[in-house]
């Protein structure tokens, strides 16, 4: 064999090596590194003639090829286009794209001693800066950017601060996003000048958080609803079924004495009897989970609805945690013992409770009285609420909701807040702690509750307001619309309406007041959903 056929090949290799390498050398890889969850660049083409400029959001930890390199900027190429950037946001690899030495919290914040774990005692304060160990790989999302979790080091020691709250400046911590957002300074008179501004403003996280979609986990584009209790969920299947026009059941898993209606597994971790909270267990968790899926396959949409902060079991069991005198005693406050919406453990407990729903195959979880008792203001001076970290009501109210909604957005729920009326109409948050923007910012779906006999006489200048359900409707409806709008990407926006002591044809009427106002989606508030107070109802469906 001739010498020059070996010959030949290893020239060729070679020259392809060289190649390579000098390709490589020319046009080499680098990281995209930006402050935000993705660098902004622009595109700029013709469109019809005309030149077109489209800002385009590039991925921190984006790997991209540099095709040519100017002193202080780059070209670079990122699907299948060129881009111009500057060279200090180009980083040779990914762990220094990603990693930070310190980050700033949005709000005040706690802790978590393991990822997704529970709170700590420990907390950051709104626009505190953080000092990061490391970031994992894996809590990087090469999606958007985003850092999932932080490991930092507080009081020398170790703890995880989760990524939605975290910036990389102090400046971004502290922007004020709430600048357009319209509120009552009536509380003022009752606490101290600027004390509205302080709770509805300054405490509240407005940063423009879009909501999620899940793809194995369609919500309804209009939700047609009635709520039911445990026991006619499980036992009346068929009829509900049955129902024209009705796509959603939203059932109480836990109620307003704090009994959950299932056997939940969960209470064991946070009451010394869990025996109290599940006593009165009309279903196990399997079956459950079997007649939620035999609902699903019928094409409905199922909802547990919880009540959070109205709860004499959890409170009893955890006095230190719930509403109380001066001197620690629990106080009946509403003939109710109420767990203090300042409380990690309560919100701790629910949210267990929520996780646990999910699990057994709910599409959504609702938090019903997620506020505080109504009627405390005059009574400041005896009541205890715990307030450990001096929030505010609202602050207290969007980070229990921001809590839950980072931990079952891993289970790819839906979450929901029902809110009261009268905090809408005032643009304030009544002293319950519910106030419109701060809640619709976090929660995927927002629930009103304008029932037409809590309405006085004379509102929105309607004499009777509960013999007028379309007047009363339209009324309320416009007003929200007016708050709602001034949030970026707020929350659905979906009416509980009043099913008992009317008739069909006033049901219809609030449905239309919905439609016609652009929010076709209803919930029909039945305290237990009897077949015989459906029946009386159901026409106007």
């Known amino acids: 064999m001739n010498k020059h056929t070996f010959i030949v ?68 190429s990122y699907d299948h286009y060129k881009y111009k950037v500057k060279n200090t946001h180009l980083v040779k690899t990914l762990d220094d794209a990603i990693q930070t030495d310190y980050v700033y919290c949005r709000r005040l914040v706690n802790l978590q001693n393991e990822k997704g774990g529970k709170l700590s005692k420990v907390v950051v304060k709104k626009g505190e800066k953080v000092k990061v160990l490391s970031v994992d790989k894996e809590d990087w999302n090469q999606n958007t950017g985003q850092v999932n979790w932080y490991k930092v080091s507080k009081n020398k020691k170790t703890y995880y601060l989760n990524g939605v709250y975290a910036e990389s400046t102090k400046n971004a911590a502290l922007k004020n996003y709430g600048s357009n957002i319209p509120y009552s300074t009536y509380w003022d008179k009752y606490y101290e000048d600027g004390y509205a501004k302080d709770a509805y403003i300054s405490q509240i996280d407005y940063k423009p958080n879009e909501k999620a979609v899940y793809e194995n986990n369609q919500m309804p584009k209009n939700v047609k609803a009635i709520h039911v209790s445990m026991n006619n969920f499980v036992h009346n299947q068929e009829y509900i079924e049955s129902l024209n026009n009705i796509n959603t059941i939203i059932v109480e898993t836990k109620n307003d004495e704090g009994s959950i209606l299932y056997s939940s597994d969960v209470c064991k971790n946070y009451l010394s009897d ?9 279903v196990s968790k399997d079956e459950l989970k079997k007649i939620i899926k035999q609902y699903q396959k019928k094409g409905f949409y199922v909802v547990s609805r919880i009540v959070t902060f109205k709860d004499a079991v959890f409170a009893q069991e955890n006095p ?33 409770i ?43 109210i969007q980070g229990f909701l921001q809590y839950a909604k980072e931990e079952l957005s891993q289970k790819e729920v839906y979450i929901a807040a029902d809110m009261f009326a009268w905090p809408i109409v005032a643009c304030d948050d009544q002293d319950i702690g519910q106030f419109l923007p701060a809640i619709a910012n976090i929660v995927d ?33 416009k007003i929200s619309k007016e708050q709602i709008k001034c949030i970026k990407h707020p929350a659905k926006y979906r009416t509980w309406i009043q099913g008992y002591n009317l008739d069909s044809k006033e049901v219809n009427q609030e449905i239309k007041a919905l439609i016609d106002n652009d929010y076709p989606g209803y919930m029909v508030w039945l305290a237990s959903g009897d077949p015989n107070d459906i029946e009386k109802i159901k026409n106007g469906f």
Request: charged share 20%; proline share 5%; net charge positive.
């Open 9 to 76: 090949p290893i020239i060729l290799v070679a020259f392809l090596f060289f190649l390579v390498i000098t390709a490589y050398a020319l046009h080499p890889t680098r990281y995209i590194k930006c402050s935000t969850s993705a660098l902004t660049v622009q595109k700029t083409y013709l469109k019809n003639g005309e030149a077109v400029v489209e800002n385009v959001k590039i991925p921190k930890g984006t790997k991209v090829k540099v095709h040519e390199k100017k002193e202080t900027s780059s070209i670079i």
């Open 274 to 282: 869990s025996n109290r909270a599940i006593k009165n267990a009309e």
């Open 320 to 352: 230190k945690e719930s509403l109380t005198d001066k001197k620690d005693n629990l106080v009946l406050y509403n003939n109710q013992y109420w767990p203090s919406a300042y409380s990690r453990k309560a919100w701790m407990y629910n949210v267990a």
């Open 354 to 396: 929520a996780k646990e729903c999910a699990d057994l195959g709910f599409n959504e979880i609702q938090f019903d009285y997620v506020r505080f008792p109504d009627g405390t203001a005059g009574s400041k001076s005896k009541l205890n609420f715990h307030n450990t970290y001096n929030e505010s009501k609202v602050a207290a």
């Open 445 to 477: 779906v927002v629930c009103p509750m304008p029932y037409l006999d809590h309405f006085n006489y004379g509102s929105f200048g309607i004499d009777y307001p509960s013999e007028e359900p379309y007047n009363t409707l339209t009324s309320f409806t």
